[in-house]
């Protein structure tokens, strides 16, 4: 158990619409990051976090958004949702985010979410 | 843009043979180089990382290289057991970001016994 907690861990949901993923860090990290994985493009990262303020972007949609919370959760909405959206989203933490040094990053189990 | 290139994609040895997975990265500024293990259903679970002041690093059957001139790192598995079976993942740090990280494609090892 990595300590990464992500919910729900499977969503069947239609075109158009909208879902918010959850995620809580491990307890004490600071940083979370996003991260999709289908079939054709791999793992990619989609969003960084850290304590509340937005620290890095990658391959993120503009259809996609995301926000961490006081208490270091964070939430990746997904909106106008297309067939192409389905994927596992992965959240990830680590305990730092400073410039020149890397910390570990932990992944949850993922969500699961399949577009119809 | 950054990337990273992993090789084999499919790797199948017997139980007690060695396996070796290598990959190339194209950011000069990347400094930390987790691997990663998949196994199916599970999110990827970190086994071993490398930052770019250690040319090696080994944690018991589990070795990484890294030659930072060339831009290679590489996965070292001795003794080989079936559980040993799942997709491995390399990775590179996105300067700046602290561990976002640019991941390969991935191999898919499968040892048997």
């Known amino acids: 158990d990595s300590g990464v907690t992500q919910t729900p861990k499977h969503l069947i949901t239609a075109t158009g619409q909208r879902v918010t993923l959850r995620c809580s860090p491990r307890s004490g990290d600071l940083s979370v990051y996003w991260y999709q994985q289908s079939l054709d493009q791999g793992l990619q990262f989609l969003i960084q976090?850290?304590?509340?303020?937005?620290?890095a972007k990658g391959n993120i949609l503009e259809r996609f958004s995301a926000q961490q919370f006081p208490d270091l959760h964070s939430e990746l909405n997904l909106s106008s949702l297309e067939l192409g959206d389905s994927a596992l989203y992965f959240c990830?933490?680590?305990?730092?985010?400073?410039?020149?040094?890397?910390?570990?990053?932990?992944f949850g189990q993922g969500t699961r979410l399949t577009v119809v | 843009g950054e990337n990273v290139e992993q090789h084999p994609s499919t790797l199948s040895v017997q139980e007690g043979d060695s396996a070796v997975i290598k990959c190339t990265y194209s950011?000069?500024?990347?400094?930390?180089f987790p691997w990663y293990k998949q196994e199916l259903g599970k999110g990827p679970q970190l086994i071993i990382d490398?930052?770019?002041?250690?040319g090696e690093k080994k944690d018991q059957r589990i070795a990484v290289t890294l030659n930072k001139t060339a831009k290679h790192f590489s996965l070292h598995i001795t003794e080989t057991q079936p559980e040993d079976s799942a997709v491995y993942f390399c990775?590179?740090?996105?300067?700046?970001?602290?561990?976002?990280?640019?991941f390969g494609k991935g191999t898919t090892l499968s040892v048997s016994s």
């Open positions: 990775a590179a740090s996105i300067e700046g970001t602290g561990t976002a990280l640019i």
């Open positions: 490398i930052r770019s002041n250690v």
């Open positions: 976090y850290y304590n509340g303020e937005e620290r």
């Open positions: 950011d000069s500024a990347s400094n930390y």
């Open positions: 990830a933490s680590s305990a730092t985010a400073g410039q020149g040094w890397m910390t570990e990053a932990f």
